[in-house]
């Protein structure tokens, strides 16, 4: 991946009537890139796609694909194709014309297009015979190699993918995000790929943009989004969190209801006098300090609360713990670490200062 | 639940009726073009074959059948692309007016065919055109090509509209996509509704009877010759008339099956 920009686009806006689905939208997508855009439904996600390929048309606002203005051209002239949810693949083709389709489009010759569709069928690892086989008589998991294949015959600047494996059984779709993480890598394409499945997005790419509303929340890769979200909604989005909200005095004592903090480790948080802030901490970072023993790092912050339910996760244990002001509180360890305890026996929840995250603002 | 045999043999025996109901009458006029008799009787006491050999020799009955052929032949081509047409507006496309318009175009299904004969002839008459073949096609169009639509339409309705918005995506134009992706898709229902166009043209009476002038198609002839004139002939033609349809209809079923097969010989 290379830091060079393949697609920008500036102060984007898409209005439907009186509702506004896009609020000036920047964002740069580099060469190479798999970006991930990810946002509940009726986020802006899909609406957003639907321009980058044309769709539709923005409201106002400039996109470009390697410095040339495509916003006004139509979308069978622009050099970028789309993979669908629906994979809309043509019922009434074989695979063969299906993934020829968008040479025969282009014009390319009977005999060429034939040996780029078999070679595409290698790449995506469906056996030759597929070629003359109809769409009915494939699996999900062939229609998705197929559509992906159609759409690597249209070699387009950039790949755009809207929630294909969003129909999919579990087993399937994590197989076919490995897959599509490889194809990537192999074919040094740009991917832009859209879901609401969080996971989806961790699994394949490098960068994870978070649409909330019809705006960017946060653009940044998947570790960093995870352990330093820079709002509530982020933090909340990304899994299982456990928030309180903290506030500097103008004199600069911080107060964290419930929380112990000592005051030179307060004074770590990063907060000005005055400011108020979320002090975030996943539940996997939280550890349950017995009484008398405290091993491995001693915990800098810590609550107290009572043990309400335990559950089973497979490969870990989930804890939920009511804290002092009845907040819930969750709690997740490696189930060779099983704290034991009943539910109504009194805990004590503790974690480093380097496992916490400070969201500014309220 | 199984039924029991006694329900099971009383379902069977209401069907074999149902189906004689249907299909009965038709024999009779079977028998009847036949019959050597100059009137209709039953039972027939002599049987002869010979006026079919005179409505095949008869210029009578070609110019009629060439009549009834013209008429269907050209209501079914239009209705199939006006149909076709008005299918994507019904069905496929969201606009302003599109529930006054799915609303309006079945309308004239329901009207008495009696009724709609009359208001085209009077039409044909105030704007001086005389009516002849030419008048009627134009009646059975307003007849049949919202029935060809509304065929079109079920089947655009089970369209996906994505499949047209890839194929725009991967370079095609609004040209390209209506021959490669449109035309293709929903061309079963065209030749389903060119079918029923055909057949609904062919044996209509009420529409031509006021709207071909001194033009006379089948089924016209057929009226005007029971009540005057009679001769086994009118039962021979009608039969005649009946093998046509019937025909068109069996090609029809199995032209599916014929071009798979013909294409998996080309194929090998």
Same mark, same amino acid.
């Given at each position: 991946?290379?830091?060079?920009?393949?697609?920008?686009?500036?102060?984007?806006?898409?209005?439907?009537?009186?509702?506004?689905?896009?609020?000036?939208?920047?964002?740069?997508?580099?060469?190479?890139?798999?970006?991930?855009?990810?946002?509940?439904?009726?986020?802006?996600?899909?609406?957003?796609?639907?321009?980058?390929?044309?769709?539709?048309?923005?409201?106002?606002?400039?996109?470009?694909?390697?410095?040339?203005?495509?916003?006004?051209?139509?979308?069978?002239?622009?050099?970028?194709?789309?993979?669908?949810?629906?994979?809309?693949?043509?019922?009434?083709?074989?695979?063969?014309?299906?993934?020829?389709?968008?040479?025969?489009?282009?014009?390319?010759?009977?005999?060429?297009?034939?040996?780029?569709?078999?070679?595409?069928?290698?790449?995506?690892?469906?056996?030759?015979?597929?070629?003359?086989?109809?769409?009915?008589?494939?699996?999900?998991?062939?229609?998705?190699?197929?559509?992906?294949?159609?759409?690597?015959?249209?070699?387009?600047?950039?790949?755009?993918?809207?929630?294909?494996?969003?129909?999919?059984?579990?087993?399937?779709?994590?197989?076919?995000?490995?897959?599509?993480?490889?194809?990537?890598?192999?074919?040094?394409?740009?991917?832009?790929?859209?879901?609401?499945?969080?996971?989806?997005?961790?699994?394949?790419?490098?960068?994870?943009?978070?649409?909330?509303?019809?705006?960017?929340?946060?653009?940044?890769?998947?570790?960093?989004?995870?352990?330093?979200?820079?709002?509530?909604?982020?933090?909340?989005?990304?899994?299982?969190?456990?928030?309180?909200?903290?506030?500097?005095?103008?004199?600069?004592?911080?107060?964290?209801?419930?929380?112990?903090?000592?005051?030179?480790?307060?004074?770590?948080?990063?907060?000005?006098?005055?400011?108020?802030?979320?002090?975030?901490?996943?539940?996997?970072?939280?550890?349950?300090?017995?009484?008398?023993?405290?091993?491995?790092?001693?915990?800098?912050?810590?609550?107290?609360?009572?043990?309400?339910?335990?559950?089973?996760?497979?490969?870990?244990?989930?804890?939920?713990?009511?804290?002092?002001?009845?907040?819930?509180?969750?709690?997740?360890?490696?189930?060779?670490?099983?704290?034991?305890?009943?539910?109504?026996?009194?805990?004590?929840?503790?974690?480093?200062?380097?496992?916490?995250?400070?969201?500014?603002?309220? | 639940?199984?039924?029991?045999?006694?329900?099971?043999?009383?379902?069977?025996?209401?069907?074999?009726?149902?189906?004689?109901?249907?299909?009965?009458?038709?024999?009779?006029?079977?028998?009847?073009?036949?019959?050597?008799?100059?009137?209709?009787?039953?039972?027939?006491?002599?049987?002869?074959?010979?006026?079919?050999?005179? *409505?095949?020799?008869?210029?009578?009955?070609?110019?009629?059948?060439?009549?009834?052929?013209?008429?269907?032949?050209?209501?079914?081509?239009?209705?199939?692309?006006?149909?076709?047409?008005?299918?994507?507006?019904?069905?496929?496309?969201?606009?302003?007016?599109?529930?006054?318009?799915?609303?309006?175009?079945?309308?004239?299904?329901?009207?008495?065919?009696?009724?709609?004969?009359?208001?085209?002839?009077?039409?044909?008459? *105030?704007?001086?055109?005389?009516?002849?073949?030419?008048?009627?096609?134009?009646?059975?169009?307003?007849?049949?090509?919202?029935?060809?639509?509304?065929?079109?339409?079920?089947?655009?309705?089970?369209?996906?509209?994505?499949? =047209?918005? *890839?194929?725009?995506?991967?370079?095609?134009?609004?040209?390209?996509?209506?021959?490669?992706?449109?035309?293709?898709?929903?061309?079963?229902?065209?030749?389903?509704?060119?079918?029923?166009?055909?057949?609904?043209?062919?044996?209509?009476?009420?529409?031509?009877?006021?709207?071909?002038?001194?033009?006379?198609?089948?089924? =016209?002839?057929?009226?005007?010759?029971?009540?005057?004139?009679?001769?086994?002939?009118?039962?021979?033609?009608?039969?005649?008339?009946?093998?046509?349809?019937?025909?068109?209809? *069996?090609?029809?079923?199995?032209?599916?099956?014929?071009?798979?097969?013909?294409?998996?010989?080309?194929?090998?």
């Amino acid at each position: 991946m290379s830091e060079k920009t393949i697609l920008q686009i500036a102060g984007l806006y898409k209005r439907f009537g009186d509702f506004t689905a896009l609020h000036s939208i920047d964002l740069k997508v580099r060469e190479g890139e798999f970006l991930a855009i990810v946002g509940p439904s009726g986020s802006g996600k899909t609406t957003l796609i639907r321009l980058f390929v044309g769709m539709d048309e923005p409201t106002d606002g400039t996109i470009w694909l390697r410095g040339q203005r495509i916003d006004t051209v139509p979308a069978n002239k622009r050099p970028t194709c789309m993979v669908f949810q629906s994979l809309a693949l043509f019922p009434h083709m074989t695979v063969g014309r299906n993934i020829e389709f968008p040479l025969k489009v282009a014009g390319v010759d009977p005999a060429q297009r034939r040996e780029r569709a078999l070679e595409l069928l290698d790449l995506l690892r469906l056996p030759r015979e597929y070629y003359a086989k109809r769409i009915h008589q494939c699996s999900g998991g062939e229609r998705q190699r197929v559509a992906l294949a159609r759409a690597l015959a249209f070699d387009p600047e950039i790949l755009f993918f809207d929630e294909p494996l969003s129909a999919l059984d579990f087993r399937l779709r994590k197989t076919l995000e490995k897959e599509l993480k490889d194809l990537h890598a192999r074919t040094g394409k740009t991917f832009v790929y859209i879901t609401h499945s969080l996971e989806e997005a961790m699994a394949m790419s490098d960068r994870i943009a978070i649409m909330r509303a019809g705006r960017f929340e946060q653009i940044a890769p998947a570790d960093e989004i995870y352990s330093r979200p820079v709002s509530r909604f982020v933090a909340e989005f990304m899994g299982e969190v456990n928030l309180f909200p903290v506030r500097a005095d103008d004199d600069g004592v911080i107060r964290a209801d419930g929380l112990a903090l000592d005051p030179a480790v307060a004074a770590r948080l990063g907060l000005h006098a005055g400011e108020a802030g979320t002090l975030m901490v996943r539940p996997e970072n939280v550890a349950m300090v017995n009484r008398s023993d405290a091993g491995g790092a001693a915990p800098e912050i810590t609550i107290g609360g009572h043990l309400r339910a335990e559950y089973n996760l497979g490969s870990r244990l989930q804890y939920e713990v009511e804290g002092p002001s009845g907040q819930r509180l969750t709690v997740e360890t490696l189930r060779e670490n099983r704290f034991g305890g009943a539910p109504g026996d009194a805990v004590t929840l503790g974690w480093t200062l380097d496992r916490c995250h400070v969201i500014h603002g309220d | 639940m199984e039924p029991s045999r006694l329900s099971r043999a009383g379902l069977l025996l209401y069907g074999i009726l149902t189906l004689g109901f249907l299909y009965l009458p038709l024999v009779a006029v079977g028998f009847a073009s036949v019959s050597k008799a100059r009137y209709l009787s039953f039972p027939i006491r002599r049987y002869d074959t010979g006026w079919y050999a005179e *409505a095949m020799a008869s210029d009578t009955v070609r110019d009629l059948l060439l009549i009834s052929l013209k008429v269907a032949g050209l209501v079914t081509v239009i209705s199939m692309i006006v149909g076709f047409f008005g299918a994507l507006a019904f069905a496929r496309y969201q606009w302003r007016f599109r529930g006054l318009f799915q609303k309006l175009i079945l309308l004239p299904i329901f009207f008495p065919q009696t009724v709609l004969g009359l208001a085209l002839l009077m039409w044909f008459n *105030a704007l001086g055109v005389v009516p002849s073949w030419h008048t009627a096609v134009v009646a059975h169009l307003v007849w049949i090509s919202p029935i060809a639509t509304l065929i079109i339409a079920i089947r655009a309705y089970s369209f996906d509209p994505t499949l =047209e918005e *890839a194929a725009r995506d991967m370079g095609c134009s609004t040209l390209q996509i209506l021959r490669e992706i449109t035309i293709p898709l929903l061309m079963p229902g065209v030749i389903s509704a060119g079918l029923f166009a055909f057949l609904l043209s062919w044996g209509n009476f009420p529409l031509s009877l006021f709207t071909t002038g001194a033009d006379s198609t089948l089924p =016209e002839w057929l009226y005007a010759k029971m009540v005057a004139g009679y001769s086994p002939l009118v039962p021979t033609v009608g039969v005649l008339s009946v093998v046509a349809s019937a025909v068109l209809l *069996a090609v029809a079923l199995l032209a599916p099956t014929l071009v798979r097969l013909w294409r998996r010989n080309a194929a090998d």
